[in-house]
Structures are given as structure tokens and as C-alpha cells.
């Protein structure tokens, strides 16, 4: 993608502009500014209908106005025997909380007036077409980067003021500025130093990988099945592990009728990820841009349930991400309307529930950041 504008030679209706007027500009082609709207105002509205239904991210997201997560915290059992004339003790929940980083990112598209003038359609397309993946891939990578950052995220300029913290999962105490005891569970009780970012060397996935990701899943009421993702430079290593069962192939090949499949979907979605097949009770995708060695786990609840791992803060009053058009506030007095167009996007992601998700490190005996 090459810098700054075109330079020989804002975008949905804007408040103020006359479709009839835009009819009176037009590119070299004969194509409107009207007509370049329609295709921006279509463009923008298939993205932010793919990213709130997207069927990856939404099940690893929710999402909210409020800048700050509470939950519930690790404490002892409150029944006490009973006896007669005895009464016993109040009891109230333990919390712990943390905040909610919020981001605003914006793109120029960059169009002189004399481009404009002299322009042809199949350029503007490429120039709408290339900010839309611009954003598809800045959520994306946000998203990732959250699942794989074991550290906390601080500081006034990700929204979080100047004591505020955004934790990843359960980490060891000395990980983390928000300490997390999760709640017990079936009689068993954790501390403050229960990690979920694990590191394993060998440089490879195993079984032992994706199991013990289960129960680590289960051991805190996250019940079967689990969605996994990993690269696309580890999947030859997945499929060849015992116990794989193959998703069907997308290409449509015939199989036989002794050969057991997953019963998944295996067409790539909009970002060329697509499921491989299920181990250990975790249906296992294929992630564009997830790094070779690292692993997440996960329980599901369903399209942006508010039971998913991963919590996306949006502004004020708003409650679905939404891609805007918009002619940047540094325009001036720009005269012709398609001028320093501009796409503004602002979430923020954090985690929502700290049990459930478990990143997977194979490539080493410590934890590194995979993004």
C-alpha cells in the first residue's frame, strides 16, 4: 500500500450534502460523486455487518458502552454448622474489577481536487476497497494482540486515566497489576498465582497441548466443546496428531464411508480462516495472522454473548462496532465534497471473563508475547 494522496489528480450521505448536487461532479469516466457515495455507503455497510456477525470473532467477543469490567473473586466457603440458638455470620461476595481501554483510529483516503478531476472509477474503487481492508485487518489485530499479551495495558492515552489497568487472563500475581483469585469450583480452590498463559518448549503442538487446555477450560465451569485457534504454519503438525478428526475438505473430495469427519463448517470466512478439525473436544481453526508456535483456547456462548472471553468497549450510548466516513476536521474550506475523506473507527478490547481463555505457548519454557 503506498503513502499520501493521489496527486494529480467525506463517505456515506453527509448531513448537508444534496444528492442532486453531487450529480454535478463527476470523474474523467462520467461516473458521479453520487455513485462513488453509493459504493463507500455499501462498502461500509457489508464491514460493520461482518464484524459484529463475523462468525470467528463473534464468538470470542462481546460487547458494551461501559468502561469498566466487575466479577466475582475466589473466597472461602460461607456455610457454617448449624446449631440451635446459633445464627450465622453475613456473608457477600468478593470482587475485583478493571478497566476498558478506548482507541480512536482514523484512515485518509487522500484525494486531490485535481485527482478527482481526472480520476477513473476503477481507482476509486481500489482506494475504498484497500481502507476497507485496512479496518478488517485493525480489528483483527487487535483482537489477536489481546488473546496473546499476558501483561496489562495502562495509561491515559488508551482510555484507561492514569491508575487505570486493562489485565489479559489468570496470571501469577507478579504478571499482573489487577491480582485475580478465580472463584472456586466443584471444591476446588485457586489463588492468585493460577496461570493460564502457558509456556511449553519442544516447538511443536501435542495432544497434550490442546488436553490439558480443556481441563484447565473445565476445571472452572467451562464445559465442552472448546474453540481453538492456531496459525497456519502449525496446522500440518495438528492434523497429524492421534485423535484428530478431520473437518470435510472444502474442494468437495469424496470420502469414503468408513472415514469419520468433524461436523464443522469448512469454508473460509471473509478473512480466510476456516476450521480443520476437532481434538480433545476443541473444534481447531485456522487463523490468517495468528504467529507459528502460539495457541488460544476458549469457551464459546454463543455470538457476542457477554459469557465470551473478550470484551470490546465502545463509546458513549453506542452498541455495535460501526466504521464511519467523514470528511477530516483539518479540511478547511475544501469545496468539492469527496476531499480529505477519512474512515473513523473507535473500540477498545479487554478481557471480560479472566477463566475463560487459555493461551498456548509451544516454542519455549517461558511466556513471550505473540503480538
Not at 469448512?266 to 487463523?287: S, T
Amino acid at each position: 500500500m503506498a503513502r499520501g494522496p493521489r496527486d494529480t489528480a467525506s463517505l456515506v450521505m453527509l448531513s448537508g450534502w444534496d444528492a442532486a448536487a453531487l450529480q454535478n461532479f463527476t470523474l474523467q469516466d462520467g461516473t458521479s460523486y453520487a455513485q462513488i457515495v453509493d459504493e463507500m455507503t455499501l462498502a461500509l455497510n457489508a464491514l460493520n455487518a461482518e464484524l459484529n456477525n463475523h462468525p470467528l470473532w463473534s464468538a470470542l467477543v462481546s460487547y458494551t458502552d461501559q468502561p469498566e469490567v466487575e466479577y466475582r473473586i475466589g473466597s472461602t466457603n460461607g456455610f457454617e454448622v448449624h446449631t440451635e440458638y446459633g445464627r450465622p455470620d453475613a456473608q457477600r461476595a468478593a470482587t475485583e474489577g478493571h478497566l476498558l481501554p478506548l482507541l480512536a483510529y482514523d484512515r485518509m483516503l487522500g484525494w486531490t481536487w485535481d485527482y478527482l478531476r481526472k480520476a477513473r472509477l476503477p481507482q476509486v474503487q481500489a482506494d475504498i476497497a484497500d481502507a476497507i481492508q485496512d479496518a478488517r485487518d485493525r480489528f483483527r489485530t487487535s483482537l489477536l494482540t489481546r488473546l496473546l499479551r499476558r501483561g496489562d495495558e495502562s495509561g491515559a492515552a488508551r482510555g484507561l486515566g492514569t491508575s487505570g489497568y486493562s489485565p489479559g487472563f489468570a496470571t501469577a500475581a507478579a504478571s499482573t497489576n489487577v491480582d485475580f483469585t478465580p472463584p472456586s469450583f466443584a471444591g476446588v480452590n485457586f489463588d492468585s498465582n493460577h496461570e493460564h498463559y502457558v509456556a511449553i518448549s519442544g516447538g511443536a503442538f501435542t495432544v497434550d497441548v490442546f488436553r490439558d487446555a480443556k481441563d484447565e477450560l473445565m476445571e472452572h465451569g467451562h464445559n465442552p466443546p472448546f474453540e481453538a485457534i492456531i496459525g497456519p504454519q502449525d496446522e500440518a503438525t495438528v492434523r497429524n496428531l492421534n485423535g484428530f478428526v478431520p473437518a470435510p475438505s472444502a474442494a468437495g473430495v469424496q470420502y469414503a464411508s468408513t472415514v469419520t469427519l468433524a461436523n464443522l463448517t469448512n469454508q473460509p470466512d471473509a478473512d480466510g480462516n476456516y476450521y480443520i478439525g476437532v481434538l480433545e473436544d476443541c473444534r481447531i481453526r485456522v487463523v490468517r495472522g495468528m504467529p507459528r508456535y502460539y495457541g488460544f483456547v476458549w469457551k464459546s456462548y454463543g455470538p457476542n454473548s457477554q459469557r465470551n472471553p473478550l470484551r470490546i468497549r465502545l463509546p458513549k450510548g453506542e452498541r455495535q462496532l460501526r466504521v464511519l466516513a467523514m470528511t477530516s476536521p483539518f479540511a478547511g474550506n475544501a469545496l468539492y465534497p469527496l476531499q480529505e475523506l477519512m474512515l473513523f473507527l473507535e473500540f477498545g478490547v479487554g478481557v471480560g471473563d479472566r477463566t475463560n481463555g487459555t493461551p498456548r505457548y509451544v516454542n519455549g519454557a517461558s511466556w513471550t508475547d505473540g503480538l
